[in-house]
């Protein structure tokens, strides 16, 4: 059975920086796309990085754009989420999610909160 666990939430202040990491089992996803959503406090999962298996495309929430760098690893079945300089509003938990793609052409599709598999998600805070 397919499984994405998350990992390396945590509290840091404004400006600080997290790497979040998307550990998943049960199944090869070097043909999935890979993506990273959050959900604050009282409002909606909404997208924020999309990764294609091969590397060549990645996607961004116009709100992290210049601040957060999504890679991947296929050798070890793992997605990152490098977040440089957090905002208060960054604060939520953030998902992974995993979509197959294995033409390579529905990583877009991520911004549109495809996925097949998710995570259970990791909660980060960060403090003002």
């Known amino acids: 059975q397919a499984q994405l666990v998350e990992s390396g939430g945590g509290l840091v202040q404004a400006g600080g920086s997290l790497r979040l990491s998307c550990a998943a089992s049960?199944?090869?996803?070097?043909?999935?796309?890979m993506g990273w959503f959050r959900q604050a406090p009282g409002k909606e999962r909404e997208f924020v990085a999309a990764?294609?298996?091969?590397?060549?495309?990645?996607y961004y929430a116009d709100s992290v754009k210049g601040r957060f760098t999504i890679s991947r690893d296929n050798v070890k079945n793992t997605v990152y989420l490098q977040m440089n300089s957090l905002k208060p509003e960054g604060t939520g938990v953030y998902y992974c999610?995993?979509?197959?793609?294995?033409?390579?052409?529905?990583?877009?599709?991520?911004?549109?909160?495809?996925?097949?598999?998710w995570g259970q998600g990791t909660k980060v805070t960060v403090s003002s």
């Open positions: 999610a995993a979509d197959e793609d294995p033409a390579g052409v529905r990583c877009g599709m991520m911004r549109n909160m495809a996925g097949d598999h």
């Open positions: 049960g199944r090869t996803f070097s043909s999935y796309s």
């Open positions: 990764i294609s298996w091969s590397d060549e495309s990645t």
